[in-house]
């Protein structure tokens, strides 16, 4: 089987990494119809490419809405069928969650008529979760016979279990990324004041966009905190091998509710404790104190809670951890990724 990789796509982040590794490792051709190109120029380009190779199926990569238009006019001409990974919801990402604009707005109505009308041109959408597949049959009244859901999941050849190699005793707790409103960063420094009296409790926070420097600066005077600026990939996997709870999201927005993010998949795959928010998301694979804490989100109290019950209990953070891992051994490597994806396109589009 070949399939055509299509779109605007940056191969190098993680839902298209993971995606093409896997379906490799499971056999399939991936045939790459990949533009930078900006606007209309990209448009042609890209329906250049798909004319001109061979292949059995389109794949439109995230993020891949506007790419779904020269997408169906090289499916229509070629008569091959369309997979778009809409991954997630941009009317939900911008409107929801970063409020630019109300449902009735002018961004609003353009960012809900994009994903819909992006969505009705695929023979099949893929979805991060079983909430975000919910959401989108709510939202934008898809046919749910027409979603599946592929977990994120992470590249187990660059993270894996690794020994520590920091100096210090103190015990670790990190956050990293570009924080967003469904991470509940507010709440996670509120949680590490309130554990300021905590002298061998250390928190490594790491992002850089403006929301991140804005709490940063208002919280500089936090001496349990060390915050840092974006730091190469490289770095990130050695603060997560030295650290002894990663963090999750603990926001309470609704993409917050239906998503789980990468930071999550990573430190399983590294085998440390994660804390998170406890969601319908989370609560499809994530069991409390099984293979994770699951927290309340929006809540300081309850992180801080979560963070004690881990540092004072040694057996329970080693047993975590573990099991976290063999979740994500048998759940979520590129090639269990891989798999999962080639099922769902032979049965539904193999002749």
């Known amino acids: 089987m070949r399939i055509c990789y299509f779109g605007s796509y940056d191969k190098n982040y993680t839902r298209n990494s993971v995606i093409i590794s896997g379906l490799k490792k499971n056999g399939i051709k991936i045939i790459e119809?990949?533009?930078?190109?900006?606007h209309i120029f990209r448009f042609f380009k890209l329906i250049s490419k798909g004319l001109t190779s061979k292949y059995d199926m389109l794949f439109?990569?995230?993020?891949?809405?506007?790419?779904?238009?020269?997408?169906?006019?090289?499916?229509?001409?070629?008569?091959?069928?369309?997979?778009?990974?809409?991954f997630i919801s941009t009317y939900d990402t911008m409107i929801n969650e970063w409020n630019y604009g109300t449902r009735h707005s002018i961004k609003g109505t353009y960012y809900h008529w994009l994903d819909k009308i992006s969505c009705s041109m695929a023979d099949m959408i893929l979805i991060d979760t079983e909430q975000h597949i919910d959401y989108f049959v709510k939202e934008f009244k898809i046919k749910k016979n027409k979603l599946r859901w592929i977990p994120v999941g992470t590249d187990e050849s660059k993270l894996f279990p690794r020994k520590k190699t920091r100096k210090t005793d103190k015990f670790q707790v990190l956050y990293y990324s570009h924080v967003q409103p469904l991470h509940g960063f507010p709440h996670i420094v509120d949680a590490a004041r309130l554990l300021q009296n905590e002298k061998d409790i250390e928190f490594i926070f790491i992002g850089g966009n403006r929301w991140f420097r804005d709490i940063r600066d208002k919280n500089k005077n936090l001496k349990n905190v060390i915050f840092k600026n974006p730091i190469p990939y490289k770095e990130i996997i050695k603060h997560i091998t030295n650290a002894d709870v990663c963090l999750g999201i603990f926001g309470t927005s609704i993409k917050a509710q239906n998503a789980i993010p990468n930071k999550v998949y990573e430190a399983l795959a590294m085998q440390k404790a994660v804390i998170t928010g406890d969601t319908k998301a989370s609560r499809t694979f994530l069991k409390d104190k099984e293979n994770a804490i699951l927290c309340k989100t929006g809540s300081a109290e309850s992180i801080k809670d979560s963070i004690l019950l881990l540092k004072n209990n040694p057996k329970l953070r080693e047993k975590i951890s573990k099991k976290g891992y063999d979740l994500f051994k048998n759940n979520f490597t590129t090639t269990k990724i891989g798999q999962q994806l080639k099922k769902i396109i032979t049965e539904n589009f193999s002749r």
């Open 33 to 38: 119809c990949n533009s930078k190109n900006k």
């Open 60 to 86: 439109v990569a995230y993020p891949g809405h506007l790419d779904m238009f020269p997408a169906k006019i090289i499916s229509i001409i070629k008569r091959k069928p369309i997979i778009f990974d809409a």
